[in-house]
């Protein structure tokens, strides 16, 4: 009896000794009983572990990887400049035809509406929900404005208009562009602009 008293006694000390000491702060390395998920095979960034010959755990990205959110390459139709300068392009650098502008209403409304409007005035549901300041994209300084610039604007968003190059690929930015544009000629319009045999019928 008295031993089973001791090794009681014994049992309790020693998980006093261990459990107690839980969180307590030491330099020497842990007791890990257990070592769980602590310990594992593993490379470290910063640190040699002797696995890769040229010494670096880290590897350097593949040759020819581009950072998220660069330009695949240095040509208009990718940045809206002129390559190797920072100078913004005049015109759109793809050709416009009747499915780039289809396909620009298409991605016009479904991207720039809510906020610009049917017609680009700046009068989309987002003003009656207090977002007054939406730009009106037929302002003299916006239609003067080169189709690069436009495009910088639709791809890293503007002041208060937040980016659309995630949502639009290169090519949609640019078909929305030149909808835009003919939004923007649309409201430009003069009576010389009408054929002629429809302009009797206007002046009514
Ligand atoms: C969430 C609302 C919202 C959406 C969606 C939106 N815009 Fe805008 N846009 C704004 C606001 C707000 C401004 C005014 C920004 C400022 O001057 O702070 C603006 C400004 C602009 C300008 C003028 C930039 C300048 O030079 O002043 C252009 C061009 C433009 N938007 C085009 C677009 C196009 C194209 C789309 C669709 C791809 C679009 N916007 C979608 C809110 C929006």
Redesign the pocket.
């Known amino acids: 009896m008295r031993y089973v008293l001791l090794i009681f006694a014994l049992t309790v000390a020693l998980v006093v000794v261990i459990a107690g000491s839980r969180g307590g702060i030491s330099r020497k390395p842990p007791i890990q009983i257990f070592s769980d998920m602590k310990k594992q095979m593993k490379l470290l960034p910063q640190k040699d572990d002797g696995f890769f010959a040229d010494g670096r755990d880290w590897r350097l990205p593949v040759a020819g990887t581009i950072a998220r959110g660069t330009p695949y390459q240095d040509w208009p139709v990718y940045t809206g400049r002129v390559s190797g300068l920072t100078n913004f392009i005049e015109t759109i650098p793809v050709p416009v035809t009747e499915q780039l502008l289809a396909r620009g209403r298409q991605r016009?409304e479904i991207?720039?509406l809510?906020?610009?409007g049917p017609a680009a005035d700046g009068n989309g549901v987002?003003k009656k929900l207090g977002?007054p300041?939406?730009?009106n994209?037929h302002d003299k300084r916006?239609v003067e404005?080169a189709d690069g610039?436009?495009f910088n604007?639709?791809t890293y968003g503007?002041?208060?208009?937040?980016a659309?190059g995630p949502n639009?690929v290169p090519q949609d930015r640019w078909a929305?562009?030149a909808y835009?544009r003919a939004l923007q000629r649309a409201q430009l319009g003069m009576l010389d602009d009408v054929p002629a045999q429809f302009q009797a019928v206007l002046k009514k």
């Open positions: 016009f991207n720039c809510p906020c610009h987002t977002m300041t939406v730009a994209l916006i404005l610039e436009l604007t639709v503007k002041g208060l208009m937040g659309y639009l929305v562009i835009l």
